[in-house]
């Protein structure tokens, strides 16, 4: 009678060790992001300057990435299209990409918005993770959605 409590108690035991491995595991990898924040605008003489902060957790590096990119003006008529090329971003990095728009003035801008992909490559990448996972936000009074 001794053993099959015993036998019971070993399989009660390496049952929750199972399920606690699964969560430890489960915590320990965050999922696929890319996150993208327009981190200040700000006139550059006729020039209209964009800085952006990128942060690339897709667990492989970006070789080449650029996006589409639509500006609006205060009273949400299209500005102007734009490609913004962000080049290369390393996995687990952040990097910092300013554009300039010329002949631009800031004041006159509400919205950015990011209109589609027109490159991410690199790695282990399919060519749609840089959208798929892109997180947008603002540190501006300016939009930015996608």
Do not use: W
Not at 87 to 107: H, I, T, W, Y
């Amino acid at each position: 009678m001794a053993i099959k409590n015993y036998t019971l108690v070993l399989h009660a035991f390496v049952a929750s060790l199972c399920v606690v491995a699964t969560a430890a595991i489960a915590q320990g990898s965050p999922p696929p992001s890319l996150s993208l924040s327009l981190n200040s605008v700000e006139q550059a003489e006729q020039n209209c300057r964009l800085v952006f902060v990128i942060d690339n957790k897709l667990n492989s590096d970006i070789e080449k990435f650029a996006l589409e990119v639509v500006l609006f003006t205060l009273d949400e008529k299209v500005e102007r299209f734009a490609l913004f090329d962000f080049n290369g971003v390393p996995v687990d990095k952040m990097r910092v990409r300013q554009f300039e728009l010329p002949e631009a003035q800031c004041s006159q801008l509400s919205k950015v918005l990011i209109n589609g992909s027109a490159a991410c490559d690199g790695g282990s990448l399919a060519g749609n993770e840089c959208l798929d996972y892109l997180n947008l936000s603002s540190k501006t009074r300016l939009e930015v959605s996608g």
